[in-house]
């Protein structure tokens, strides 16, 4: 492919999507595999600008869910953003309200300065599970939207277990326990394991299980010595892993009103580690003090430096 082709595909990507549809569509050529029935969906960024100001990063564009249905009749299609609280009070307004993940607002410094609240875009990932469609971001909540329609339904707390329950400060900076967009689902026991990083004074890795019915038990929380950037985790039948990048965020631009962006700190480019949480021990009941003789889910877990890779 051509250098002006991949541009030309680049710039048809980032256009900002204005028309939410519902229609069927047409079948080219062939027939549809008779085994392949069902329905897919999509998530991703769909509105790139706001009152003519474009974003500083894809990540900060509003979602929007498509949805395929594989019929006998063919392929019904229907596409809707996700009417997050953020989105809805910047269409009222026609101008970006808040700050994203490498957007601030415009004005400068002046205008970003102490702005702590983030727009939870709702556009990283979407996911079918315990009877509801969760549209998924990174640092919030989730959003509840109905399977057909697509309309949303609201934000989604697990019945107020994603509520936090730090100091006054910490809930300042991040109210909600983040449920991160790439949750897995273990397929022998219909279970859904996902993860947040939490900000305060000392970050804290948030661990959650969802069961196969949709309920959260209660989150369980791993001190981090940095505010790493974390993407993904690994699920195996024994341990959820984590790859400790030796990449951080930096609360104070946040606080000063500059991007957050996740950026190698000279510390951290020295620093990898893996993090293997022991999944046996999230069943066992929260106690304030382990009983002695007793380990608690800190202890049991791996957590040390990686090798380094060997050459070439």
Same mark, same amino acid.
């Not at 509840?144 to 300042?172: I, Q």
């Given at each position: 492919?051509?250098?002006?082709?991949?541009?030309?595909?680049?710039?048809?990507?980032?256009?900002?999507?204005?028309?939410?549809?519902?229609?069927?569509?047409?079948?080219?050529?062939?027939?549809?595999?008779?085994?392949l029935r069902g329905v897919l969906f999509r998530n991703g960024p769909g509105r790139l600008?706001?009152?003519?100001?474009?974003?500083?990063?894809?990540?900060?564009?509003?979602?929007?869910?498509?949805?395929?249905?594989?019929?006998?009749?063919?392929?019904?299609?229907?596409?809707?953003?996700?009417?997050?609280?953020?989105?809805?009070?910047?269409?009222?307004?026609?101008?970006?309200?808040?700050?994203?993940?490498?957007?601030?607002?415009?004005?400068?410094?002046?205008?970003?300065?102490?702005?702590?609240?983030?727009?939870?875009?709702?556009?990283?990932?979407?996911?079918?599970?315990?009877?509801?469609?969760?549209?998924?971001?990174?640092?919030?909540?989730?959003?509840?939207?109905?399977?057909?329609?697509?309309?949303?339904?609201?934000?989604?707390?697990?019945?107020?277990?994603?509520?936090?329950?730090?100091?006054?400060?910490?809930?300042?900076?991040?109210?909600?326990?983040?449920?991160?967009?790439?949750?897995?689902?273990?397929?022998?026991?219909?279970?859904?394991?996902?993860?947040?990083?939490?900000?305060?004074?000392?970050?804290?890795?948030?661990?959650?299980?969802?069961?196969?019915?949709?309920?959260?038990?209660?989150?369980?929380?791993?001190?981090?010595?940095?505010?790493?950037?974390?993407?993904?985790?690994?699920?195996?039948?024994?341990?959820?892993?984590?790859?400790?990048?030796?990449?951080?965020?930096?609360?104070?631009?946040?606080? $000063?009103? /500059?991007?957050?962006? !996740? &950026?190698? @700190? +000279? =510390?951290?480019? #020295? *620093? %990898?580690?893996?993090?293997?949480?022991?999944?046996?021990?999230?069943? $066992?009941? /929260?106690?304030?003090? !382990? &009983?002695? @003789? +007793? =380990?608690?889910? #800190? *202890? %049991?877990?791996?957590?040390?430096?990686?090798?380094?890779?060997?050459?070439?």
């Amino acid at each position: 492919m051509s250098r002006p082709m991949l541009i030309d595909r680049y710039r048809e990507a980032s256009r900002t999507v204005t028309d939410e549809v519902s229609t069927t569509l047409p079948l080219a050529s062939g027939r549809l595999p008779p085994g392949l029935r069902g329905v897919l969906f999509r998530n991703g960024p769909g509105r790139l600008e706001r009152g003519g100001v474009a974003y500083g990063h894809p990540f900060d564009g509003d979602g929007m869910i498509t949805r395929f249905e594989v019929s006998d009749r063919g392929v019904a299609y229907r596409n809707r953003f996700v009417e997050t609280a953020e989105y809805a009070a910047e269409s009222r307004a026609g101008r970006m309200l808040f700050r994203g993940f490498g957007s601030n607002l415009p004005g400068g410094l002046r205008a970003n300065l102490l702005r702590l609240r983030f727009k939870n875009a709702a556009n990283t990932s979407v996911v079918a599970h315990g009877g509801r469609l969760l549209a998924l971001w990174e640092g919030g909540l989730p959003h509840d939207l109905d399977p057909v329609t697509l309309a949303t339904r609201g934000r989604h707390d697990f019945a107020g277990r994603l509520r936090s329950r730090a100091s006054l400060l910490e809930r300042t900076l991040a109210p909600d326990l983040p449920f991160s967009a790439h949750p897995k689902l273990d397929p022998e026991t219909g279970e859904l394991f996902n993860f947040g990083t939490l900000l305060g004074r000392r970050p804290q890795l948030m661990i959650y299980r969802v069961d196969a019915a949709g309920h959260l038990a209660p989150p369980r929380s791993l001190p981090l010595d940095r505010l790493v950037f974390l993407h993904d985790f690994v699920l195996t039948r024994r341990f959820l892993v984590f790859f400790l990048y030796p990449v951080s965020f930096s609360v104070g631009r946040a606080l $000063l009103g /500059l991007c957050p962006h !996740p &950026r190698p @700190g +000279r =510390a951290a480019r #020295r *620093r %990898r580690a893996a993090l293997a949480v022991d999944r046996p021990v999230l069943r $066992l009941p /929260l106690r304030r003090r !382990p &009983r002695r @003789g +007793r =380990a608690d889910h #800190r *202890r %049991r877990l791996s957590h040390g430096p990686l090798p380094a890779p060997a050459p070439g």
